[in-house]
């Protein structure tokens, strides 16, 4: 079993920054994708970011590229999500992820977080 815990997320205004954090505990951590999907009221669950077991490759959607970066401490099992620039149509929940595999490959997720909230004013 994995067990993810997202944590950072909050109110801030546009154009502001916020880091998210996910601890994992559980399998082998290490040795697994991970990744951040979020998702918006009333609207479909949406891939944000991945990367790979050893975070030599990162993946993006178009939406956040430029603006977000993922990144890795498997020393403490922590995933990280910067996100710079951010928009009001960035509001959503925020889940953390461990996929099925070492590499990301456009699935959906083996293990999720329970979501933190990140609220983007105008």
């Known amino acids: 079993q994995v067990q993810l815990v997202e944590s950072g997320g909050g109110l801030v205004q546009a154009g502001g920054s916020l880091r998210l954090s996910c601890a994992a505990s559980g399998r082998t951590v290490s040795s697994y994708a991970m990744g951040w999907f979020r998702q918006a009221p009333g609207k479909e669950r949406e891939f944000v970011a991945a990367i790979n077991w050893n975070g030599g490759e990162s993946t993006y959607g178009d939406s956040v590229k430029g603006r977000f970066t993922i990144s890795r401490d498997n020393a403490k099992k922590t995933v990280h999500l910067q996100m710079t620039g951010l928009r009001p149509e960035d509001t959503a929940v925020y889940y953390c992820?461990?996929?099925?595999?070492?590499?990301?490959?456009?699935?959906?997720?083996?293990?999720w977080g329970q979501g933190t909230q990140v609220t983007v004013s105008s």
């Open positions: 992820t461990q996929f099925g595999r070492a590499y990301y490959s456009g699935d959906g997720g083996a293990y």
